[in-house]
């Protein structure tokens, strides 16, 4: 297993340490036990490549109630999975998630059910909060683009993960303010 090279980049430019926080309940059935297996790895690999800049924890909040609540309050919710045991089905309180603090900004990814883009995922989680400015991109409006507010909500969405996102409009203001690094055109069906 390798990290990508965007993920390299990133870590090898953190100026300030990074803290991850990962919540997995122990003895996990499978698949669940293989995903925190994986985490663990994927951790140890970020923290090579930092330079001493990133330090990860796991956590098992296991039965004490108050290491439960704490967790919870961090944004980590249990789940309930089905565990077989003994030749007996079984349901099981589980806690699988992550909590990245950089600085005074946290995120969370409140559960890891896969793992499939998990590097991806935490990646742009540490670009974002290790950024000191987003780059913006803008959204051309007023000459019949779809709103993005309503027929693009879910483009906008994922790219406010790593962007601020705006609109501008060429009727209202006709030069594109220095700070926009992209300006995308969807669909005008006016001049």
Known sequence: YRLSEATRSVLQRLEDPVKVHAYFTKDLPSPYNQNAAYVRDLLEEYAA??????????IDPGMDEG???????????????????????????????????YGTKKETIPLIRQTENLEFELTSM??????????????TA??????????????????????????????????????????????????
């Open 126 to 139: 540490i670009k974002r909060l290790s950024a000191q400015q987003l780059k913006t991109i803008a959204f």
């Open 142 to 191: 007023g000459h019949g683009e779809p709103s993005l507010d309503e027929k693009m909500r879910s483009v906008k969405g994922e790219l406010e993960k790593n962007y601020r996102v705006i609109t501008h409009d060429f009727n209202l203001v006709k030069e594109v303010a220095a700070d926009v690094s992209s300006l995308i055109v969807v669909g005008p069906t006016e001049k």
């Open 49 to 58: 490549y930092a330079g001493g800049n990133l330090d990860f924890e796991i």
């Open 67 to 101: 290491r439960k609540r704490d967790t919870v309050r961090k944004g980590i919710m249990p789940v309930q999975i089905q565990e077989i045991k003994n030749d007996q089905i079984g349901i099981k309180q589980a806690f699988m998630g992550l909590v990245v603090t």
